[in-house]
């Protein structure tokens, strides 16, 4: 179930469209789920990815 969760939140990355409502679930799904590490750690790292510029976008994708 947690491998499920943190697939669906990477790969909410690539909605662009969605990206405001994305944060606001993420920010709200991140203090629901403050108990699991591994699951904020990856809301962390997607709130970051939606909030870089198109440039961090293109380059981390690369790599």
Known sequence: MLDRQLAIVYELRFYSKYYPITQRILIDAKNSWANNLRLV???????????????????????
């Open 41 to 63: 750690e990856e809301i962390n790292f997607t709130l970051k990815y939606i909030n870089s510029n198109w440039v961090d976008r293109l380059i981390s994708k690369k790599y």
